[in-house]
């Protein structure tokens, strides 16, 4: 199948449009330590709606591996006390953070919660000190995804089409 696929990018935490969560019941905290089951869990949960198949077949030592490198950091989600959803920031090599993983669990979904969870991934992602900020969007992804990045100020900076068996 082909795909449409946005990256795009955001260069000084003043950029950000914050959405405020208007409502407490929201919490963002970090995963810390790391607990691979939790991004393991999220991503095949969450992933299952979009396409997500890269790591469905990782076993136990892959997840422990990916969710312990010292260059990943994980967010965890609720809602009034249960979860929520999640997201992943990666350093990369050249001094960014990308946005790794981001979505919610279906049941969140349509709950106006995407724009603050993602206002909290990009302040995250600012307190690391990167020169910049980036993620990578598809076709496949949730139909609001593209239009939230943007509405909190990243701009797509490439697109392109790419033949793909799922989004990863």
């Known amino acids: ?15 950000l449009r914050r959405k405020s ?44 591996a990916y969710a312990e490198a010292p260059e990943l950091h994980t967010f965890a989600a609720s809602w009034a006390g249960e979860p929520a959803g999640y997201f992943e920031l990666r350093e990369d090599p050249h001094g960014g953070i990308e946005i790794v993983y981001f979505g919610l669990l279906r049941a969140f979904i349509g709950k106006g919660l995407g724009g603050a969870m993602l206002s909290s991934a ?5 307190r690391l000190g990167p020169d910049r900020v980036w993620v990578h969007t598809c076709t496949l992804d949730h139909p609001a995804a593209l239009a939230n990045y943007q509405a909190r100020g990243m701009r797509i900076y490439r697109t392109g089409t790419e033949t793909v068996s799922g989004n990863d």
């Not at 082909?2 to 000084?12: H, P």
């Not at 990009?122 to 600012?126: F, Q």
């Open 21 to 64: 969560p208007g409502d407490p019941r929201l919490q963002v905290r970090p995963l810390i330590p790391p607990r691979w089951q939790f991004n393991q869990s999220m991503y095949c949960r969450i992933g299952a709606d979009w396409s997500w198949q890269e790591k469905r077949d990782w076993d136990d030592a892959n997840w422990r």
């Open 1 to 15: 199948m082909t795909v449409t696929v946005s990256y795009l990018v955001m260069y000084a935490p003043e950029q």
């Open 122 to 126: 990009l302040e995250h992602a600012w």
